[in-house]
């Protein structure tokens, strides 16, 4: 069978009168671009997987951290999806794609494309960053809180022609050429990043995750992520009565009375204590947007990179 190419995915149509919603992100967004100008890209990219039924492409899931990890979640989504797909040649070509994504016995085949009945399926890769100014970090903005709290983006329209305020026009156009990595990477990651330049030329941004980060000093480190700021909160406390007990533990050196009282102390503080910018029993905090992009070009959304697989093997050790 063959598929649409995606329509418009190198243009962007700036709306002069968008609705009043996307007017107020829009005046937002030009006050965020000016007070924190500079792009940074964080951590590794995510995954996820995208289907595309007629012209039309839609998100499936996100959420990933690496390129197998997201066979495995398109593999849940086969599974389910063959339940209830009422044509059972297209059902049972599901279930055998499905069985190589996430086999019983052997290794999962590396495949990244699936075309099954009239859909096409794809291991996607978004990437992620931070603006900055002045060695601030962006906090949430006030507009994020009309944002659905579903970090996985399931069922997501992936739209690049879709009308857009004059100020996201223009931080689409200055992603373009974000290479978004590092430059001690080796040089191979910089190559196939180049490459996604031209081969993926356009860009559409996708709703953000929030992070929360621990200032010392004029340095910061990330500890959690969350769907939205409140979540992301939580996710904080749980840190420190959830995860901090249970890694001593598996580390063989349980933690005393005084140190759980203490970090039950902390997470009990992080959720009485309002604001973005937060002092708990004397610990800085921030919680941080983390926006996110999608490169598309003639075939659709970009899929994952080889280097991206290597990155894992290299880490893992598989």
């Not at 044509?87 to 099954?116: F, S, V």
């Amino acid at each position: 069978m063959t598929f649409a190419l995606m329509r418009g995915y190198d243009h962007i149509n700036v709306a002069s009168c968008p609705d009043p919603v996307a007017a107020v992100r829009d005046r937002e967004l030009a006050e965020r671009i000016l007070r924190y100008p500079k792009i940074f890209p964080t951590g590794s990219p995510d995954f996820g997987h995208a289907v595309q039924f007629g012209e039309e492409w839609r998100i499936g899931s996100l959420g990933a951290d690496d390129p197998s990890s997201a066979r495995y979640g398109l593999a849940m989504d086969l599974r389910t999806a063959a339940a209830g797909e009422p044509d059972p040649a297209t059902a049972e070509a599901m279930l055998r794609a499905a069985a190589r994504l996430d086999p019983e016995d052997g290794e999962q085949l590396a495949k990244d494309e699936w075309e099954i009945g009239d859909r096409r399926y794809r291991i996607i890769r978004v990437t992620k960053y931070i603006q900055c100014g002045d060695r601030v970090l962006e906090p949430p903005r006030s507009t994020d809180a009309g944002l659905a709290g579903d970090g996985l983006l399931r069922g997501h329209l992936i739209d690049p022609s879709a009308p857009c305020g004059r100020w996201e026009a223009q931080l689409r156009l200055n992603l373009v050429g974000f290479l978004a990595v590092a430059e001690d990477v080796p040089g191979i990651v910089r190559t196939e990043a180049r490459h996604a330049l031209q081969a993926h030329p356009g860009v559409v941004l996708l709703p953000p995750t929030f992070m929360v980060v621990e200032l010392d000093g004029d340095s910061w480190g990330p500890l959690v992520c969350g769907d939205d700021p409140d979540d992301a909160r939580k996710r904080l406390a749980r840190h420190f009565t959830g995860l901090l007990p249970r890694m001593r533990k598996l580390h063989g050196d349980p933690p005393s009375a005084e140190e759980c009282a203490e970090w039950t102390a902390m997470a009990e503080g992080i959720l009485a204590t309002p604001g973005h910018s937060f002092s708990v029993r004397g610990r800085e905090f921030r919680t941080v947007r983390v926006s996110r992009m999608l490169r598309l070009g003639r075939d659709g959304p970009e899929a994952s990179r080889p280097s991206d697989q290597e990155r894992y093997d290299l880490t893992t050790g598989r």
